[in-house]
């Protein structure tokens, strides 16, 4: 299979080509994969059912929700690790920050090996629908109309 992507143009905000507009490349996804095609797509592959499947997954996310909020970070074997990081505002000093200044957390994945060896042997192609076609008859928007 190949990764299909789409040529955008954005402007490069730092450096020596800064304010320039440069093309590069965007993933193109096809699809959405949802939690109950997930479960069927592990199911196929082993004795479990489905509904075993997401019961697994379940249960590993109220895990990781668990150790990631007492600080650890969680290796979930080749597939991976996950981790908190965290965004603040700065203060001036040391003594002048606060825990108040902390705007949010956030989760950090890292691939493991499996992961990392899919992403190197992903084939592209340029996708050749890049804009959307527009239905004749149609209002030339993508929301319905109300009459």
């Known amino acids: 299979?190949?990764?299909?992507?789409?040529?955008?143009?954005?402007?490069?905000?730092s450096g020596d080509d800064k304010d320039k507009v440069k093309t590069y490349a965007m993933a193109r996804s096809s699809n959405y994969c949802d939690m109950d095609k997930l479960c069927e797509l592990i199911s196929?592959?082993?004795a479990m059912s489905s509904a075993d499947?997401?019961?697994?997954?379940d249960s590993l996310n109220w895990a990781m929700s668990l150790e990631l909020r007492s600080g650890s970070i969680v290796q979930v074997g080749e597939f991976g690790s996950f981790r908190l990081s965290i965004r603040s505002k700065g203060a001036e000093t040391a003594d002048a920050f606060n825990?108040?200044?902390i705007k949010?957390?956030?989760?950090i994945f890292s691939p493991g090996t499996s992961l990392r060896w899919m992403s190197e042997i992903v084939k592209f192609e340029e996708d050749e629908d890049t804009k959307p076609k527009k239905e004749e008859g149609s209002g030339g928007d993508d929301r319905p109309e109300i009459e």
């Open 44 to 46: 196929s592959r082993s």
């Open 104 to 107: 949010k957390a956030r989760v």
């Open 99 to 101: 825990a108040s200044l």
């Open 53 to 57: 499947v997401k019961a697994i997954l």
């Open 1 to 13: 299979m190949t990764l299909k992507f789409r040529k955008v143009q954005r402007k490069v905000l």
